[in-house]
């Protein structure tokens, strides 16, 4: 309960914070919106319209109190509800994060399992090396890399888009890679540390074989950090995906933000922010939540 | 048993990584269907309603007609008949009597009347959105837009196909004006509250219907086969809204587009692969518009006419364009632009002549490099756009004017530009529609419009001819009209320095026979203007 007063709190914060910084930069949103060819009378009557021209305080009030009725305001550069553009770009983004999330936790899973259980050798060198490559490459250039190669190339994705499932394809490996890299890196270590521990001494003197080892002490004790860093993963896709989205033109919530900074679109902007934060937020709540399940020393302590 | 959980993991990949090739190699394109084509814009649109927007006319264009259209004729604008039919000037300039074209329907099958006309004129001011100057310039127009008044008092419909439109003051652009995408005429009866949002209330007389619409991702026209012209080639349209340039050259030349504006696309690229690869798919059409060098008179330094005739001598503005548009941009030297109607082409624009700017400034005072003043930029700026600032940094510094490239983000610059305290920077305009009224006020029709410009011009001698030349009915005398007023603020008052009118680009995929872009001072075209191959 107290973690959710908090979470709740934080959320007012960033909504408080964000409102008076998008009003006391420079700028008029509705000169960006009526264009180069309006006239000054015609921003000077739709600021006064949609209450631009009033008190921060009174609209402060008046956008929180729509806020918690699920009521985001209309967006100023894409004319719809912005409660009905995140819910459709919500979709979008869930799919490619959960797309992206099961390619990094497969992957960077098998890749450090692997690594782990053939230390030192050619294999091991290979899994990491394709984990430092995940890690150390800029999302953009992976997807600019992985659309040239696999779409423009070999012609078997689409370029962009959401038309089908495909398309989802580069953009999931292009934002899971570096995930993959963290988790196969975190694995391989973890299950390093573990097998060295006494424990796994005693389970071997037994007479346990190598996969009972291996699978039933071993591993399950390295999933604690691991489930927990995916958790927290999962959120930062889901938050974090603007580069991927705008390079493969999918519309989710990280390029409608992008679109909303650009066009200074107020409660666009601030829906996705907020909206980020809270999956941030939930991110870490879930992440405490298993940490709690797979360790019971926690629980205790709790 | 270490090597049996190997293999087990290298074989788990190994599967999946053919089940994934498999799943791929499978997805081969398909034929694509005949009349379709495909093209690409950076932003989504937003609302498809001209009464709330100035610059998303790509749906206006195509779904509904004007009374009139412009089109580009051996290079210059004309305008040309569409839903009017015949019209008559009364002698003092201020009555038009209009004939509608017989048996339109729109693309619900509702006629076009006299009275959707009306309406079409009242929403925007009803509305008093975007786009009201023009119904504004109508007897009553202000009683309608401040509700004391539900209808034009000076339109006046006498049947089914005949009105006459009465103006406060004359104007001999009025008849250019009504070729603007604002000026769409929409079907009174089926007027509801989703328009401009829900495709299907886009009910209008044009070629094409708005069959789809998915915000930040695609929208789809298809042929109305009740328009009452010539059935066009493309049949269908999908505009998809790739943000990424990038993303949207590889999907040209992936064969995923079948047109696409070059004019989003990075000019290296332009030039190194588009004008070579594809040289002979590229069609381009003047932009009707000036980009040009503005200067604010109560700057300190650039109040004194030498200086700003300085700046202009100190610009080497044929080199600047050769450089960096490679051909693609001609010249300015005043304010009409090329293809616009009366644009003068004998206008001496300011030689390039840095001894002459330094004399210039020693006359002034300024020998000793005092000047110095920024030069904002919008962030949003086009690269090119950005080596021109850079351009004129450095061509300026040769001659002793230090002018500082600022950039700002586009809310913050229009901010500063419109309190009317941005110093100089440089702007672009491309006429709404074919006159020199469109610019002309806009710059220098009122002292407010002057300051909200950043220009803050002060001859109210000339601001006042400015505003009152649109009256002159007779056209050879407007003509004159503005050519004097354009020597003056430009040839004399240096008021601003204009650079070039650049070309906009288009390239055709494989997919298009031909494409003749008309009308560009907007970046939409006519999907009917484009053919495709059988």
Redesign the interface.
């Known amino acids: 309960m107290k973690r959710i007063v908090q979470a709740l709190l934080v959320l007012l914060l960033v909504s408080l914070m964000l409102f008076v910084m998008l009003r006391i930069v420079p700028g008029n949103p509705v000169a960006v919106l009526m264009g180069e060819h309006a006239n000054q009378a015609t921003i000077d009557r739709l600021t006064a319209e949609l209450g631009l021209d009033q008190p921060i305080h009174v609209q402060f009030f008046r956008y929180l109190s729509g806020a918690v009725r699920g009521d985001f305001g209309t967006s100023y550069s894409l004319g719809k509800p912005v409660s009905e553009l995140m819910g459709t770009a919500f979709v979008n983004t869930l799919l490619l994060s959960l797309a992206a999330a099961l390619f990094a936790w497969i992957t960077g899973g098998l890749c450090g399992l692997l690594a782990a259980i053939r230390k030192n050798s050619i294999p091991d060198r290979l899994f990491m090396g394709f984990s430092l490559l995940g890690i150390s490459m800029p999302v953009f250039m992976v997807a600019m890399i992985l659309q040239y190669v696999f779409a423009y190339w070999l012609h078997w994705v689409p370029i962009s888009g959401t038309a089908d499932w495909r398309s989802f394809i580069l953009p999931a490996v292009a934002l899971g890679w570096n995930s993959a890299g963290s988790i196969a890196r975190l694995v391989r270590s973890a299950l390093l540390d573990t097998l060295e521990e006494d424990y796994i001494d005693t389970a071997r003197a037994k007479g346990l074989g190598k996969s009972g080892v291996l699978f039933r002490h071993a591993l399950r004790n390295t999933m604690l950090p691991t489930v927990t860093m995916m958790a927290l993963q999962l959120s930062a896709l889901l938050s974090g995906a603007v580069i991927t989205e705008t390079v493969f033109s999918i519309n989710g919530i990280g390029r409608l933000a992008v679109q909303a900074i650009t066009a200074r679109d107020i409660p666009l902007l601030q829906g996705t922010v907020l909206f980020s934060t809270a999956i941030v937020i939930f991110g870490n709540l879930v992440a405490d939540f298993l940490y709690t399940v797979l360790d019971p020393r926690t629980r205790k302590e709790a | 048993?270490?090597k049996?959980?190997?293999k087990k993991?290298?074989c788990?990949?190994l599967v999946?990584a053919a089940l994934?090739t498999g799943?791929?190699?499978a997805?081969?394109?398909g034929a694509e269907e005949a009349g379709l084509l495909r093209t690409a814009v950076t932003?989504?649109i937003?609302?498809m309603d001209v009464a709330?927007?100035?610059?998303d006319y790509m749906i206006p264009m195509n779904v509904f007609d004007r009374l009139f259209e412009t089109r580009m004729e051996d290079g210059t604008a004309k305008l040309v008949p569409s839903l009017c039919t015949e019209y008559k000037v009364s002698e003092d300039g201020l009555t038009y009597d209009f004939t509608l074209r017989e048996g339109v329907v729109f693309s619900n099958g509702n006629p076009l009347t006299a009275s959707d006309v009306q309406y079409s004129f009242e929403r925007l001011l009803v509305l008093?959105?975007?786009n009201?100057?023009i119904p504004l310039e109508v007897v009553g127009g202000q009683d309608v837009m401040d509700k004391k008044a539900e209808t034009l008092s000076g339109f006046s419909v006498t049947d089914d196909t005949h009105f006459s439109v009465t103006l406060k003051a004359p104007n001999a652009g009025f008849l250019a004006e009504l070729s603007s995408p604002a000026m769409s005429i929409v079907d009174q009866e089926s007027m509801s509250d989703g328009f401009?949002?829900d495709p299907a209330a886009m009910i209008g007389t044009g070629p094409y219907l708005v069959t789809e619409r998915?915000?930040?991702?695609?929208y789809t026209l298809v042929y109305n086969d009740k328009y009452w012209g010539a059935e066009p080639s493309v049949k269908k349209l999908v505009v998809?809204?790739?943000?990424?340039a990038?993303?949207q050259n590889?999907?040209f030349?992936?064969g995923?587009l079948d047109l696409i504006d070059l004019d989003k696309q990075d000019s290296a690229i332009v030039q190194s692969q588009y004008k070579t690869v594809y040289a002979d798919r590229i069609v381009s059409v003047r932009k009707v518009g000036l980009t040009f060098l503005a200067l604010n008179e109560s700057n300190e330094y650039l109040k004194d006419v030498r200086v700003r005739k300085a700046i202009g001598m100190a610009l080497d503005v044929d080199t600047m364009i050769a450089a960096l548009y490679n051909g693609d941009a001609t010249r300015e030297n005043g304010i009409i632009p090329t293809g616009a109607w009366a644009h003068n082409d004998s206008l001496e624009g300011f030689a390039y002549d840095p001894e002459g700017a330094k004399s210039l400034l020693k006359e002034a005072g300024y020998e000793d490099g005092q000047i110095s003043f920024e030069l904002s930029m919008d962030s949003?700026a086009t690269g090119s756009i950005q080596l021109v600032y850079q351009s004129i940094s450095q061509l300026l510094d040769k001659v002793g004017i230090k002018a500082t490239v600022k950039s700002y983000?586009?809310?913050?610059?229009?901010?500063?530009r419109?309190s009317g305290k941005m110093d100089a920077f440089i702007a672009r305009?491309l006429l709404?529609y074919n006159d020199p009224a469109n610019i002309m006020l806009?710059f220098f029709g009122s002292a407010?419009?002057t300051l909200?410009r950043s220009l803050n011009y002060p001859d109210a001698e000339i601001i006042a001819r400015v505003a009152a030349a649109p009256a002159i009915v007779d056209d050879s005398q407007r003509m004159a009209e503005y050519q004097a007023l354009e020597k003056k603020i430009i040839g004399e008052d240096a008021a601003w320095i204009p650079l070039f009118e650049d070309m906009h680009l288009y390239c055709l995929g494989s997919r298009v026979a031909s494409f003749t872009p008309q009308w560009a001072g907007f970046s939409d075209f006519y999907v009917t203007d484009v053919v495709l191959k059988d």
């Open positions: 048993m270490n049996r959980i190997q993991g290298i788990l990949i999946l994934l799943i791929l190699l997805a081969t394109a932003y989504d937003t609302t709330k927007t100035t610059e008093a959105n975007q009201t100057d401009g949002v998915i915000t930040n991702d695609h998809r809204v790739i943000s990424d990038n993303t590889l999907m030349q992936n995923e949003t983000d586009h809310a913050a610059y229009l901010d500063l419109g305009w709404d806009t407010d419009n909200h």
